[in-house]
């Protein structure tokens, strides 16, 4: 593996352990969240989030140690929206990262539930952070714009939107807007909070937002690029549903052969807010350019 | 108005209008989901959960303007519980507070989405308090309460033990496990917390303690007999779809006239309980008997 995987793959190491140990099997009469909950935690996923997270505070020089909760409780959330998602009530998709989505798995009820579980313990994990004494403010700073990135004017904000233009024809401000919360805000997020408990400077934690945007943006083309022409069995999901529903995406929006030029164009818009960071940076450039090409 | 109806009012005017404030209307392209989480949160209700925080914290000669912002992140968890547990996966509820259903009035996907706005928001509230530099141990120590009594091994805990029992007979124990995950964790938090925020001593927090535990299984063995035998136009709901659903209540396993035998007893308990604070205690004492005497 090259320098660029060797890393990726530790980060992600380290964050799949510290899932499992945060949402553990506890067998009381309630067991079945606990194991609903893992579940869709740990069915894998790229863990773009959080491997975010810990990059960007390695690079301002902080100690991923005390970014790993963070990281873990933004992974939590993503994870909870995408259950919720997957319900029948929105989007009702049958797989999800190459297995049956939580509620064909589990009902509907305990989905819902583990979901809710989901978002309830990343708060339980961050706030844990807060008892020990050390750079306190950063960290409650940290978990205001977690909190802000996941709520109503964020992700969820964004799935609001999303629901309400289902079967309309939306034009691009609405889309971009629409994806800027419900993918968006939280991408931008997980760097912002590595700035942040890394010590970063206000200057630095306003370059790596323009990357984050950025690349929140182009992962968003990828993935209706991949839901128009992708490889079901890599993606893990079935391809075509957004057509079907008369989703409007950047594709049905741009077309294909401009939705493919403009994720060129933005990748390198996100890569070029952290020249600044030389070599420090090289791994976030490298993540843009996986993410960039990348199949699922 | 007595002097307990006049306080009772003065918190629960308290209430509403800073839930009103928390949770604006925001005119967004997402403005649907503040109208959905403004109709279940400001549809009525007891208000008993925030009262509880508000009347503990006085009686311990805290400050309620500091305890507001917990009594109401409270209520919102408590609110979103309803919402999602009223969804057709769950209940299958049609009305309640006297209203329809946050479900039947916005659908299904957006009810999901309120609930987890309302979750997201309460940790918002509650992590806002903290930027204010005083008395930030006891601020971090009641947002930990509150997310421990929320998650699986409390409010949600509860519920999944719920699901996995529809349909089934269950013993006395199981059932007293179930509520006081469900209802009981929730109700003791609010205690607890109003006794954190004003400084109330370890052995007094035990205290109000004993107290919340019993008016939190009294509460739910009074639901209990008012789902059999209330008024369902008092009520707000319908009545009679515990039994129809076989589900079990502390009325289909104890039997109707000891579960009114048992709900005096333990209302005597939770008094007993804070009657070492004497007079100071004469809102929590009433509180009890009042919640013993409902009708709704």
Do not use: W
């Amino acid at each position: 593996m090259n320098r660029f995987a060797t890393q990726l793959d530790d980060y992600t190491v380290m964050i799949n352990s510290t899932l499992d140990k945060l949402v553990p099997e506890i067998k009381t009469p309630q067991e079945k969240i606990f194991e609903a909950m893992r579940y869709s935690l740990l069915a894998g996923g790229k863990r773009i989030r959080p491997v975010l997270t810990l990059a960007v505070c390695e690079m301002f020089g902080g100690n991923i140690s005390e970014a790993i909760s963070f990281a873990c409780a933004i992974e939590m959330i993503h994870t909870y929206s995408l259950i919720h998602d997957d319900l029948p009530a929105m989007d009702n998709d049958d797989f999800r990262r190459g297995v049956k989505t939580n509620h064909k798995v589990y009902g509907e009820g305990i989905a819902v539930l583990a979901g809710d579980a989901l978002l309830n313990k990343a708060f339980e994990v961050m706030t844990s952070t807060l008892n020990e004494n050390s750079s306190i403010d950063r960290k409650i700073k940290a978990i205001q714009v977690i909190a802000n990135s996941a709520g109503t004017e964020g992700m969820i904000g964004g799935q609001v939107i999303d629901i309400e233009s289902e079967g309309k024809s939306i034009d691009y401000e609405t889309l971009r807007n629409m994806h800027a919360l419900k993918t968006g805000a939280l991408i931008s997020a997980s760097v912002i909070v590595g700035a942040l408990i890394a010590g970063a400077s206000q200057k630095d934690i306003e370059k790596v937002s323009v990357y984050a945007s950025n690349l929140g943006l182009a992962f968003q083309i990828r993935d209706d690029i991949l839901s128009e022409i992708g490889d079901s069995t890599k993606l893990g999901k079935n391809t075509g549903n957004d057509r079907e529903r008369n989703k409007s995406t950047y594709v049905t929006v741009l077309g294909l052969d401009q939705s493919k030029a403009f994720l060129k164009k933005i990748t390198n818009t996100a890569i070029d807010a952290v020249k600044d960071f030389g070599e420090k940076a090289e791994f976030l450039v490298e993540l843009a350019d996986y993410l960039l090409n990348r199949e699922n």
